[in-house]
């Protein structure tokens, strides 16, 4: 019997999709391990969880535009699983350290470190073979599919993170997750490079400035850029520090908490149905449409809302960056040069992640000084202002689908591979 699947998911999707999946699983839960792990097997507080989680930040974030220059000066598949190898690797160790017992913060920290780096060479690489991997007459409905196993592998993954690490403990979790980057090391050794072999140029330094010059020469590209290095210090303050402080006062606690995140990841699924059957004409425009959504989370805590609206939020958060992420990702795979997609892609998350850490660094002295509820009603406004400041950009409202997306559920037998 032959399985047949949709004719826009080709092997390299399907093992992509699946294998992001498999190693979403053990990211989702690495972290509620790794916090367990500091604060119950080492004995440490938050201020440790902190340095911990800051020193896997530093080298994800230093090492990123590296990363993207390595995935389009070599091929893309075999950069993922040498980077799946190495996390295996890192995670398998780091989960040692901690079944072993009382880790030393140094070792944590260097482990933690070493996944960083592991991440940074992987991410710029991941994207560009996904994009590459999606045909443009079905971009919606492929990235939506793509996005849609990722956020149900993050839901599936914190659950099951914060159950196990209580059950058995955090460092048989963190071993699951080394298992999990080994199999998805395994499966994407079945990925082929697509295309003809990349040109490149005689060093790593050329490909970098031959990347920035791209970058800046697209300004709706930029634009957005700035606009999530800004959007995304002040969510990730609500979500990591505001919003937990506040759910421990007056709505319950963790759990409360919980609730609201898993509202947002939810979002994010059911918002992937969505889109992947509709198809904007200006999927840019439709894109920065969800991020006026990204600032309600922070409105509903300043305007001191009972738990059931702020989950409400959240959710609607989670619908805004799906709608923005296809629609970013569509455009990309629709106007970047395919041999620029990582280093357009490293150079994209190293501008949005560079001052996620000053978030959360200045949540504390910005509530200090501003009222926590002052604190909030900035974040709020800052997230709204920034959607509608980057609609100034005129390609960002007039950059429109050069291929329209196929119709209907088309679907055809796939070959099994030769050799």
Known sequence: MRITYPAWAGRNYRIQTAATVVSGLGNAAAPIATAFAVLGVAGWGAAEVGYVTAARTVPLVALMLIGGAVADRWPRHVVMVGANVFNAVSQGALAALVLIGHPPLWGLMALAAAGGAGQAFYTPAAE?????????EHASKALSV??????????????LGGLLAGLIGPGWVLAGDALCFAVAALMRTGLTQVGERRETGPSLVHELRAGWREFVSRRWL??????????????????????????????????????????????????????????PRRMLLVGNGGVFLFGLPALALALGLPLIPVVAAMFLSGVGVTVFVVGWMVTLRQEIPEEMLSRISAYDAFGSFALMPAGTALAGPAADALGRSGALWACALTCLGLAAAVLLVPEVRQLERAVPEARGNTVQPEPAPSG
Request: proline share 2%.
């Open 146 to 159: 793509f996005k849609m196993g990722m956020n149900g592998a993050q839901i599936a993954g914190a659950a």
């Open 222 to 279: 930029w634009a957005i850029v700035v606009q999530f290095s800004l959007m995304n210090a002040c969510v990730l303050a609500v979500e990591t520090v505001y919003g937990p402080v506040v759910a421990e006062e007056r709505m319950g606690g963790a759990k409360a908490w919980g609730t609201a995140m898993a509202a947002l990841s939810v979002g994010m699924v059911v918002s992937a149905v969505l889109m992947a059957r509709w198809q």
């Open 128 to 136: 560009g073979v996904i994009l590459q991997a999606v045909p443009a």
